[in-house]
């Protein structure tokens, strides 16, 4: 079986090089991120017409995460249990769409869309933090008590956890950028701690290998990219994996995303 993360940064726009990704890859499972669509204006049938079933969760022009799945897709969760709301000062909270969750193929699949946190002194910065904290647990439970879970937590993290996952570290530094400070490191850690093993990695080591590249400031022909999308595979599932790879050939060309999609492949 292969499953694949992609942040597709605005689905209807690029519904097109979507469909085309998914006939040249032979996937069956794609998790995407950045749908930045309503479920009713949703593009259902680019799914439906080559065999996919799926499921989304979006509610503005923002955000919005998917899995298409054609091997099976059962028990979707929309959110993760109290998963945390971000409001500004004087407003309400609001559960953003970050988070959809389905069975296929007997893989508890998570598509995650990791909220950015923007600054290290920004509000959104602690929304971040506690909205891994909180996953975190869920994830560490799902393991503890049950050993043999399939589960991949995949998806746009939004952290970069080593130096080697950005270009140029000292220029994150001296402009004290996110995703790459310790809270944020840290919390990433916390998940190889709870058993969730990053297998792409070893399939694709750095450094310069990187999964997203800014549209600003020629970042893809330049080289200057970050890797911040992962598939983070409990201890059972992470036996299985016998290939992985990021397709930055799809990074290429008239209306790419900025995310490169990321491929792993299972034994049965």
Same mark, same amino acid.
């Given at each position: 079986?292969?499953?694949?993360?992609?942040?597709?940064?605005?689905?209807?726009?690029?519904?097109?090089?979507?469909?085309?990704?998914?006939?040249?890859?032979?996937?069956?499972?794609?998790?995407?991120?950045?749908?930045?669509?309503?479920?009713?204006?949703?593009?259902?049938?680019?799914?439906?017409?080559?065999?996919?079933?799926?499921?989304?969760?979006?509610?503005?022009?923002?955000?919005?995460?998917?899995?298409?799945?054609?091997?099976?897709?059962?028990?979707? !969760?929309?959110?993760?249990?109290?998963?945390? *709301? +971000?409001?500004? /000062? %004087?407003?309400?909270?609001?559960?953003?769409?970050?988070?959809?969750?389905?069975?296929?193929?007997?893989?508890?699949?998570?598509?995650?869309?990791?909220?950015?946190?923007?600054?290290?002194?920004?509000?959104?910065?602690?929304?971040?933090?506690?909205?891994?904290?909180?996953?975190?647990?869920?994830?560490?439970?799902?393991?503890?008590?049950?050993?043999?879970?399939?589960?991949?937590?995949?998806?746009?993290?939004?952290?970069?956890?080593?130096?080697?996952?950005?270009?140029?570290?000292?220029?994150?530094?001296?402009?004290?950028?996110?995703?790459?400070? !310790?809270?944020?490191?840290?919390?990433?850690? *916390? +998940?190889?701690? /709870? %058993?969730?093993?990053?297998?792409?990695?070893?399939?694709?080591?750095?450094?310069?290998?990187?999964?997203?590249?800014?549209?600003?400031?020629?970042?893809?022909?330049?080289?200057?990219?970050?890797?911040?999308?992962?598939?983070?595979?409990?201890?059972?599932?992470?036996?299985?994996?016998?290939?992985?790879?990021?397709?930055?050939?799809?990074?290429?060309?008239?209306?790419?995303?900025?995310?490169?999609?990321?491929?792993?492949?299972?034994?049965?």
């Amino acid at each position: 079986m292969k499953i694949a993360t992609w942040n597709v940064n605005s689905l209807r726009a690029r519904a097109d090089r979507v469909e085309a990704w998914l006939q040249r890859s032979d996937c069956d499972v794609l998790a995407m991120q950045e749908t930045k669509c309503k479920d009713e204006n949703f593009p259902w049938e680019l799914f439906e017409r080559m065999g996919y079933e799926v499921a989304h969760f979006g509610l503005s022009q923002w955000n919005g995460v998917a899995i298409a799945s054609r091997v099976g897709l059962d028990d979707v !969760e929309r959110t993760f249990v109290d998963q945390p *709301a +971000f409001g500004k /000062a %004087g407003k309400d909270p609001i559960q953003e769409a970050r988070a959809i969750g389905a069975t296929c193929g007997g893989v508890r699949v998570w598509s995650l869309y990791v909220p950015n946190g923007r600054a290290l002194d920004d509000e959104h910065m602690p929304y971040k933090l506690k909205w891994l904290d909180t996953l975190k647990g869920h994830a560490a439970s799902w393991v503890t008590e049950n050993p043999d879970a399939q589960v991949a937590l995949m998806g746009d993290w939004n952290i970069a956890p080593l130096d080697d996952d950005v270009w140029d570290m000292d220029f994150f530094r001296a402009n004290a950028l996110t995703h790459v400070s !310790e809270p944020e490191r840290e919390a990433f850690r *916390a +998940f190889e701690a /709870a %058993g969730f093993t990053d297998v792409v990695r070893p399939y694709t080591p750095g450094p310069g290998v990187y999964t997203y590249w800014d549209y600003t400031q020629l970042r893809f022909p330049k080289k200057e990219g970050m890797r911040i999308d992962f598939v983070m595979a409990s201890p059972a599932l992470a036996t299985r994996v016998t290939g992985a790879s990021i397709d930055r050939e799809e990074r290429k060309g008239k209306g790419a995303s900025d995310h490169a999609p990321v491929i792993v492949e299972l034994s049965d």
